[in-house]
């Protein structure tokens, strides 16, 4: 079972191939021990052991109106012997699906490898052509080729990379704008979702503003209050704006439900100043937070790439993510007192990672509801905060993170990135959500890659490391350009070797 529920369930389809010169039962018999290997350790409900072997263009489409019948989403294409070419790869082929190739290592064989040999690490090489021959993308695992224990493996480092691919294909995003005048860099052309089967839908402010007056008053709104002031606890310090902003939560909520239309799943990318303070009389980031704790993505200043980056964040960790600016510097005092000696990072290697107050309370140590101390320096100074108040405050957990994005360039080509380091477990001195991250080689990785290639100031933030299951979700998706953090002897395309 998932943690988030907008994200799909993944149930994989199980189908042995083997060609007509090997014995089929070969096959068969070691179809059945990945199952029971896999059953052993994982989730046996995730995985659908189809009875027919393909050996033929017949058992093809027999076996896939098998794994069809069963609800399966993602299909394991196993080879237990060498297996037919032309009927694996059609059955990837027709599968509406992700599919991922493995095949069988011979088994234990005494002192004898005769009739149970059957040549799958041959196979793998002739499938794998046949799927470029036929622009067939499948998933294939960095050794694609084991026992029964570890093919179960490959199959459940198979699982989150399917749940993204299944995610996207099913997913909307909805957003509310247009963008910020001086946030320009979240602006990119929407033609490339699409292609990954993502839908979306733009939304004036006005049509979200329409939709919140419509909640006043909302018979829902006194419950909600109670849920948040009990989350919040010790840390409720603006009681005064729960219902303003549980008012805009059934919004949203509501909003998702009217026009997810065909689509299973939702995520947000909305407008949040300058204009929506003096307007709707609150922040939105509390609201944010909590909607992202659902399962459902907000990201801030419309920034629909960051939506999307952080929905393809949930469906690979299966866990609360959150997006942040890659925002400032560390001061050279935190360092020297705080990190110098403690950790193992130069200052360059580090950075302040910040948005106003939009993260969960499940990521932040001590989170206090506060009010956003830039926008209310220009909007309301020298008063009491009233329609700056909104804002979830606290320093971020400690732990392992990827940072990542996908963004859309200008001339609308694909372009990724994902780079893995962690929060580090000192005081940042400062307000929002916010955190003092390590990423080794950073500077250069600033330099060479978010500047160079011009990427925006947000990133989804993963809770863990994942940047071998986006690697190789990325390619899946057919994206080629994909930077990570290079080790100082590893050099960028355009870095100045004479520096």
């Known amino acids: 079972m998932n943690n988030l529920p907008n994200i799909p ?32 350790k994982y ?21 896939l109106a098998e794994v069809n019948e069963a609800g399966c989403n993602a299909l394991v294409v196993y080879l237990g012997n060498f297996g037919p070419e032309t009927p694996e790869t059609l059955l990837a082929k027709y599968f509406d699906g992700p599919a991922m190739f493995v095949a069988a290592a011979e088994d234990d064989c005494g002192k004898e490898l005769g009739d149970n040999r059957g040549d799958a690490y041959c ?55 247009p963008r910020p005048q001086d946030f320009l860099a979240c602006n990119a052309p929407i033609a490339r979702l699409y292609d990954l089967g993502v839908e979306i839908e733009e939304n004036s402010e006005l049509d979200l503003f329409a939709a919140y007056n419509e909640h006043k008053d909302d018979a829902r709104i006194p419950a909600l209050v109670d849920e948040m002031a009990a ?27 009217a026009h997810k239309g065909e689509r299973q799943f939702i995520a947000f990318a909305n407008k949040c100043w300058p204009a929506f303070q003096t307007q709707f009389g609150f922040v939105p980031c509390y609201v944010n937070g909590r909607l992202c704790a659902k399962g459902i993505p907000v990201s801030c200043e419309v920034d629909i790439y960051g939506a999307l980056s952080e929905y393809i964040g949930e469906c690979i960790s299966d866990k609360i993510v959150t997006l942040l600016d890659i925002n400032n510097t560390v001061p050279g005092d935190i360092f020297r007192e705080d990190i110098e000696g403690k950790f193992n990072y130069t200052q360059r290697d ?7 107050g939009n993260g969960s309370c499940s990521i932040m140590n001590s989170p206090v509801m506060k009010y956003q101390k830039i926008m209310h320096r220009g909007l309301e100074p020298d008063k009491e905060p009233d329609i700056t108040r909104g804002t979830l405050e606290g320093d971020i957990k400690a732990g392992e993170i990827t940072f990542f994005r996908l963004q859309s360039t200008s001339d609308a080509t ?37 500047i160079e290639k011009g990427y925006p100031h947000h990133g989804s933030v993963i809770f863990g490391h994942y940047g071998k299951q986006i690697y190789a979700l990325l390619d899946l998706l057919g994206i080629e350009d994909v930077e990570f953090n290079r080790p100082a002897n590893f050099r960028y395309h355009k870095e100045n070797p004479f520096k």
Request: glycine share 8%.
């Open 9 to 40: 369930e993944v149930k994989l389809g199980l189908v042995a191939v083997s060609r007509d010169c090997f014995p089929m039962s070969l096959s068969e018999n070691r179809r059945k021990a990945v199952v029971k290997a896999y059953t052993e």
């Open 43 to 63: 989730c046996a409900k995730s995985l659908f052991e189809c009875p027919t072997v393909v050996e033929n263009e017949k058992d093809m489409r027999k076996a």
């Open 123 to 177: 196979g793998m090489l002739n499938a794998s052509y046949n799927l470029k021959l036929r622009h067939i993308k499948a998933y294939i695992p960095e050794y694609p080729v084991g026992t029964a224990p570890e093919v179960a493996d490959m199959i459940a480092e198979f699982i989150p990379i399917a749940r993204a691919v299944v995610g996207l294909k099913n997913l909307k995003i909805i957003s509310f704008g």
């Open 231 to 257: 989350e919040l606890g010790s840390g409720n310090k603006m009681a005064g704006i729960l219902p303003r902003l549980a008012q805009y939560e059934l919004t949203l909520l509501d909003w998702a439900e």
């Open 350 to 356: 580090l950075f302040m990672g910040f948005h106003c």
């Open 414 to 450: 694909f372009r990724a990135y994902a780079a893995q380091g962690e929060v580090l477990d000192v005081p940042t001195r400062s307000f929002g959500t916010i955190g003092i991250f390590g990423i080794k080689e950073m500077a250069r990785f600033y330099r060479y890659v978010l």
